[in-house]
C-alpha cells in the first residue's frame, strides 16, 4: 500500500552518543539523496559519504545506508544515516530532509507502513514496540519470539482450522436433507473439540506473555510489626526498608522492582493496618488501602506466634478487609519463633505459607507461589509477548467455540447458529494478527511506540 508523502525522524534516543540514525521512508528518498549526499549509494551496502546542506557544506560525515522498495523495514524506498551522536547534527541533518521534502514521522509510523505494506502482521509490529520496553531478558526474548511470528503462527493455524470446518458446514447448508448427516461425517465434534482444547493452551501461555509484557504489583499487608519490611528486603534482595520494633516505622508504601521467574515485579511494602488516632499513621494507613485496591497479588502478613490452628480474630479481621477480587496469600510470618516449618498450605479457601523473612526460610516456596497464584507456573522459553487486547480476542474467540459446542450438542442442531459462531470466532482471532482492525484501533496501537519507529 504505497504512500505518497515521505516520512523523517531521528531513530535513536535522545542526548549525545557515538553514533546517532536518522532514517527516512517515502517515495521521494531517491530525489532527497541525490541533494544530499555526493552520489546514490549502491542498494543494502553501507557506504561512507558526506551528508550537505544547501549549499554544499558539509553537515557530517557517516555511513549511508539505502534499501529500495519493497526491500525495506516499510516496504518502501527507505534510507538510513548513521551519524554521530550529536543532537544538534542530527537535528541539523533531519531539517535537511525535512527541507528536501519529507516531513517529520509520527509515532511509530514507520513500523505502521510495514504493517500496511504487509511486512509485518499487527501482532508483529507490536512485538517491535514490545521488545524496545522489555524489562527483563525473559520478556526480550519472548518479544523477538513474537517479531518472528510464533504467536501469529499459532493464531493462522486456528484460522485455518476453523476456516475448515465452516466450509464443510457451510457447504451442508445447501443440502438441507442431508446437512446433520454431512457434518457428523466432517467429525465436527472432535475437530471443534481440537480448536477448544487449543485455543485454551494460547489462551493460558498469552496470560504469561501479557505479565511478562505489564509485570505484575504484590502489596505487603498486615499489622505493625509481623516483618512486612523484612519481607520486602528478602524479596528485593536488598536492604530498601526500614526494620524496626517501633510500631508505625513504615508510613508511605515503599516500592521495589524485582524480576521473579522471569517476571517483572514490584513489590510493594505499607503501612501497619491497625486503630490508630496518629494522624500521619492514618494517611498511611489510607494510602496502605489504595495500594491494595491496585495489587494483582497480596500478601497479607501475620505473626506466625499469634494463632493456632486458625488465625487470630485481628487478623481475620484484616483479611475480610482486602478487596475480594485480588488474589492472597496468608504469609505466617516469623515461623522459626514458632516452632513451624516452612511450608505452603491451603486450607479454609486459603492459601497459606509459613516463612521467617528473616533467616529466609520458606522464601523460595513462597515466591514459586506467588507466581502460581498470579497464573504463571513459569516463563518458559516458548513464551511470547501479549497484550490485554490479545487475551480480550482469544476470550471472545473461546465463547464463540463454546456456544458452537452448545449449537452441535443440541437433539436438532441448528447449523445455521453453528456456522455463525465459527464465523464470530474466526473474527476474533482475526483481529490479533491485523486482518480485521478498525482504523481508530490502529491508530491508538501506534501512537505509543517511540519517534522513529
Given at each position: 500500500?504505497?504512500?505518497?508523502?515521505?516520512?523523517?525522524?531521528?531513530?535513536?534516543?535522545?542526548?549525545?552518543?557515538?553514533?546517532?540514525?536518522?532514517?527516512?521512508?517515502?517515495?521521494?528518498?531517491?530525489?532527497?539523496?541525490?541533494?544530499?549526499?555526493?552520489?546514490?549509494?549502491?542498494?543494502?551496502?553501507?557506504t561512507?559519504?558526506?551528508?550537505?546542506?544547501?549549499?554544499?557544506?558539509p553537515?557530517?560525515?557517516?555511513?549511508?545506508?539505502?534499501?529500495?522498495?519493497?526491500?525495506?523495514?516499510?516496504?518502501?524506498?527507505?534510507?538510513?544515516?548513521?551519524?554521530?551522536?550529536?543532537?544538534?547534527?542530527?537535528?541539523?541533518?533531519?531539517?535537511?530532509?525535512?527541507?528536501?521534502?519529507?516531513?517529520?514521522?509520527?509515532?511509530?509510523e514507520?513500523?505502521r507502513?510495514?504493517?500496511?505494506n504487509?511486512k509485518?502482521?499487527?501482532?508483529?509490529?507490536?512485538?517491535?514496540?514490545?521488545?524496545?520496553?522489555?524489562?527483563?531478558?525473559?520478556?526480550?526474548?519472548?518479544?523477538?519470539?513474537?517479531?518472528?511470528?510464533?504467536?501469529?503462527?499459532?493464531v493462522?493455524?486456528?484460522?485455518?482450522?476453523?476456516?475448515?470446518?465452516?466450509m464443510?458446514?457451510?457447504?451442508?447448508?445447501?443440502?438441507?436433507?442431508?446437512?446433520?448427516?454431512?457434518?457428523?461425517?466432517?467429525?465436527?465434534?472432535?475437530?471443534?473439540?481440537?480448536?477448544?482444547?487449543?485455543?485454551?493452551?494460547?489462551?493460558?501461555?498469552?496470560?504469561?506473555?501479557?505479565?511478562?509484557?505489564?509485570?505484575?504489583?504484590?502489596?505487603?499487608?498486615?499489622?505493625?510489626?509481623?516483618?512486612?519490611?523484612?519481607?520486602?528486603?528478602?524479596?528485593?534482595?536488598?536492604?530498601?526498608?526500614?526494620?524496626?520494633?517501633?510500631?508505625?516505622?513504615?508510613?508511605?508504601?515503599?516500592?521495589?522492582?524485582?524480576?521473579?521467574?522471569?517476571?517483572p515485579?514490584?513489590?510493594?511494602?505499607?503501612?501497619?493496618?491497625?486503630?490508630?488516632?496518629?494522624?500521619?499513621?492514618?494517611?498511611?494507613i489510607e494510602?496502605?488501602?489504595?495500594?491494595?485496591?491496585?495489587?494483582?497479588?497480596?500478601?497479607?502478613?501475620?505473626?506466625?506466634?499469634?494463632?493456632?490452628?486458625?488465625?487470630?480474630?485481628?487478623?481475620?479481621?484484616?483479611?475480610?478487609?482486602?478487596?475480594?477480587?485480588?488474589?492472597?496469600?496468608?504469609?505466617?510470618?516469623?515461623?522459626?519463633?514458632?516452632?513451624?516449618?516452612?511450608?505452603?498450605?491451603?486450607?479454609?479457601?486459603?492459601?497459606?505459607?509459613?516463612?521467617?523473612?528473616?533467616?529466609?526460610?520458606?522464601?523460595?516456596?513462597?515466591?514459586?507461589?506467588?507466581?502460581?497464584?498470579?497464573?504463571i507456573?513459569?516463563?518458559?522459553?516458548?513464551?511470547?509477548?501479549a497484550?490485554?487486547?490479545?487475551?480480550?480476542?482469544?476470550?471472545?474467540?473461546?465463547?464463540?467455540?463454546?456456544?458452537?459446542?452448545?449449537?452441535?450438542?443440541?437433539?436438532?442442531?441448528?447449523?445455521?447458529?453453528?456456522?455463525?459462531?465459527?464465523?464470530?470466532?474466526?473474527?476474533?482471532?482475526?483481529?490479533?494478527?491485523?486482518?480485521?482492525?478498525?482504523?481508530?484501533?490502529?491508530?491508538?496501537?501506534?501512537?505509543?511506540?517511540?519517534?522513529?519507529?
Amino acid at each position: 500500500m504505497p504512500t505518497p508523502d515521505t516520512i523523517a525522524a531521528v531513530a535513536t534516543p535522545p542526548g549525545r552518543g557515538g553514533i546517532g540514525v536518522v532514517r527516512v521512508s517515502g517515495a521521494k528518498v531517491e530525489p532527497l539523496i541525490l541533494a544530499l549526499l555526493d552520489a546514490v549509494p549502491a542498494a543494502r551496502h553501507a557506504t561512507y559519504a558526506t551528508f550537505r546542506d544547501a549549499d554544499g557544506a558539509p553537515i557530517d560525515r557517516g555511513i549511508a545506508l539505502y534499501f529500495p522498495a519493497p526491500g525495506s523495514y516499510t516496504g518502501e524506498t527507505v534510507l538510513e544515516l548513521h551519524a554521530h551522536g550529536s543532537p544538534a547534527a542530527l537535528r541539523r541533518l533531519l531539517a535537511r530532509c525535512v527541507e528536501l521534502g519529507a516531513r517529520l514521522a509520527e509515532p511509530g509510523e514507520f513500523t505502521r507502513r510495514a504493517y500496511l505494506n504487509g511486512k509485518l502482521d499487527l501482532a508483529q509490529a507490536e512485538s517491535v514496540a514490545d521488545l524496545i520496553d522489555a524489562a527483563t531478558a525473559t520478556a526480550a526474548r519472548a518479544a523477538a519470539r513474537s517479531l518472528t511470528g510464533e504467536f501469529s503462527a499459532a493464531v493462522h493455524a486456528m484460522v485455518a482450522a476453523l476456516t475448515e470446518l465452516r466450509m464443510v458446514t457451510e457447504a451442508s447448508l445447501d443440502f438441507p436433507e442431508e446437512d446433520l448427516e454431512f457434518v457428523l461425517a466432517a467429525d465436527a465434534v472432535t475437530r471443534l473439540a481440537a480448536l477448544r482444547a487449543d485455543l485454551a493452551r494460547l489462551l493460558a501461555r498469552a496470560r504469561t506473555g501479557v505479565r511478562l509484557r505489564e509485570g505484575l504489583t504484590i502489596v505487603l499487608a498486615g499489622a505493625p510489626n509481623v516483618g512486612k519490611s523484612s519481607l520486602l528486603n528478602r524479596l528485593v534482595r536488598e536492604d530498601a526498608a526500614i526494620v524496626s520494633a517501633v510500631p508505625g516505622t513504615t508510613r508511605d508504601p515503599v516500592e521495589r522492582p524485582v524480576e521473579l521467574g522471569g517476571i517483572p515485579l514490584t513489590i510493594v511494602d505499607t503501612a501497619g493496618l491497625r486503630d490508630t488516632d496518629d494522624p500521619v499513621e492514618l494517611i498511611g494507613i489510607e494510602r496502605t488501602r489504595a495500594a491494595l485496591a491496585r495489587a494483582d497479588l497480596t500478601l497479607l502478613l501475620v505473626d506466625a506466634r499469634a494463632q493456632g490452628a486458625s488465625l487470630h480474630p485481628a487478623d481475620a479481621r484484616l483479611l475480610e478487609q482486602l478487596p475480594r477480587a485480588v488474589p492472597r496469600i496468608i504469609v505466617h510470618n516469623k515461623s522459626d519463633l514458632a516452632g513451624a516449618t516452612p511450608r505452603i498450605e491451603s486450607r479454609d479457601a486459603q492459601t497459606h505459607a509459613w516463612t521467617c523473612a528473616l533467616t529466609g526460610a520458606g522464601v523460595a516456596e513462597l515466591e514459586a507461589c506467588m507466581l502460581a497464584m498470579a497464573g504463571i507456573d513459569a516463563a518458559g522459553e516458548d513464551s511470547f509477548i501479549a497484550r490485554e487486547r490479545h487475551l480480550c480476542a482469544l476470550r471472545e474467540a473461546a465463547g464463540h467455540l463454546v456456544a458452537a459446542q452448545e449449537h452441535l450438542g443440541a437433539p436438532v442442531p441448528p447449523l445455521e447458529l453453528f456456522a455463525e459462531e465459527l464465523s464470530g470466532a474466526q473474527r476474533s482471532l482475526s483481529t490479533i494478527t491485523g486482518e480485521f482492525t478498525a482504523d481508530d484501533l490502529l491508530g491508538v496501537i501506534f501512537s505509543r511506540f517511540c519517534i522513529g519507529k
